[in-house]
């Protein structure tokens, strides 16, 4: 264990000295910049360092972090891709796992942070590896029209999976990550590099960068050079609010009443514990249920928990917390969908908003 992390650690210094191009202009009027790249400008957030991460892994080593079992009864569906084929006109969104999932709305195919590897890692021989299979596989994916990335962490902006897309979809990513898609060979034309609250459309669909309140590193030295963020994916009917992997913070309140009501908000559950370590940049159940309620929206999509092992809860915990947690806050059980991995739900309701702004 100690051997694989120091390889680990060898591999991400080696990765860092590799990755030292410049970082993108900074412009000091805004808060969330920064000389060397960005920061959360919300009053209370506390930064975590790598001495942070460090004293939790010694925690985790020294067996003062919970016990989790080894292995999870999860069930997944191996859904075969055909049903994604056939309704192109309501919103269907399939989730994939972890902060994957297929979002079909208004007539388009989107991507939403995907990753079909089998570890999310900068190796493909060690780091956090999935424990249950992605389903649609790639190849039986509809075409895909865009692909949004919320930042550049491995679980959420992986390199073989955006080669195996290629220059099929048109990419949205934030200030600083189109550098990793262009080395990727990715085209200039088929990225889209949005700050907080800048917007592009895209054959009839709005994508808004929103802000989240998270960092980003792909090795020891780039750390919260590229920005990260969320995106609200607005059609002509339908409405989807994407949280990318956030800490509780006070805009969400925002982005509902700027873009809201959403038809699903898609939130993230999982990978809380600690919390002393994880709060600023990770929400727990409690907080995602409040963030709920601050966008407005029909729906509460549950991501990033079940797929890969990245924190100190069981992975199969999130959801029975949820339930828990929105109990509390008043929030309607039919209003949380808690899917399998592979599982394809069409959302057949009206529309959450009547008109266009
Ligand atoms: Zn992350």
Redesign the pocket.
């Known amino acids: 264990m100690v051997a694989v992390m120091s390889i680990w650690l060898i591999t991400l210094v080696l990765a860092a000295s590799l990755t030292s191009s410049p970082a993108v202009e900074p412009q000091q009027e805004k808060a969330h910049h920064t000389r060397e790249g960005f920061r959360n400008p919300w009053p209370g957030f506390q930064r975590h360092g790598f001495l942070d991460f460090l004293k939790w892994q010694w925690q985790r080593l020294r067996g003062r972090s919970p016990q989790k079992p080894k292995t999870y009864d999860m069930k997944w569906v191996e859904n075969d891709g055909r049903a994604l084929k056939g309704h192109r006109q309501s919103l269907v969104i399939t989730w994939v796992g972890h902060a994957t999932a297929v979002v079909q709305i208004d007539g388009h195919t989107i991507l939403t942070d995907p990753i079909w590897s089998e570890r999310c890692s900068p190796v493909s021989w060690a780091g956090p590896k999935r424990y249950v299979p992605p389903f649609p596989r790639l190849e039986d994916l509809p075409p895909i029209d865009a692909v949004v990335i919320?930042?550049n962490?491995y679980?959420?902006l992986d390199r073989d999976t955006i080669r195996k897309l290629g220059n099929g979809p048109i990419y949205f990513v934030a200030l600083g990550v189109k550098r990793w898609l262009r080395r990727w060979g990715i085209r200039e034309e088929n990225i889209v590099e949005l700050d907080w609250w800048q917007r592009h459309e895209l054959n009839g669909l709005t994508f808004v960068c929103v802000p989240s309140q998270?960092?980003?590193g792909r090795s020891l030295n780039d750390t919260n050079r590229d920005l990260?963020c969320g995106w609200a994916i607005l059609g002509p009917t339908r409405r989807v609010y994407f949280a990318g992997?956030t800490g509780y913070f006070p805009e969400f309140v925002e982005i509902g009443r700027r873009f809201g009501p959403f038809d699903v908000a898609l939130l993230p559950i999982g990978a809380y514990l600690p919390r002393w370590f994880m709060r600023p940049?990770h929400m727990n159940t409690a907080e995602a249920a409040q963030a709920f309620l601050d966008v407005g929206a029909r729906y509460f999509l549950a991501i990033h928990w079940g797929t890969f092992d990245l924190a100190d809860e069981p992975l199969d915990a999130p959801p029975r917390a949820l339930m828990r947690a929105a109990d509390s806050l008043g929030i309607e059980r039919e209003q949380l969908v808690v899917m399998m991995h592979g599982e394809t739900r069409v959302f057949s309701e009206k529309p959450a908003r009547a008109k266009e702004d």
């Open positions: 919320s930042h962490h679980d959420h998270h960092f980003s990260w992997d940049v």
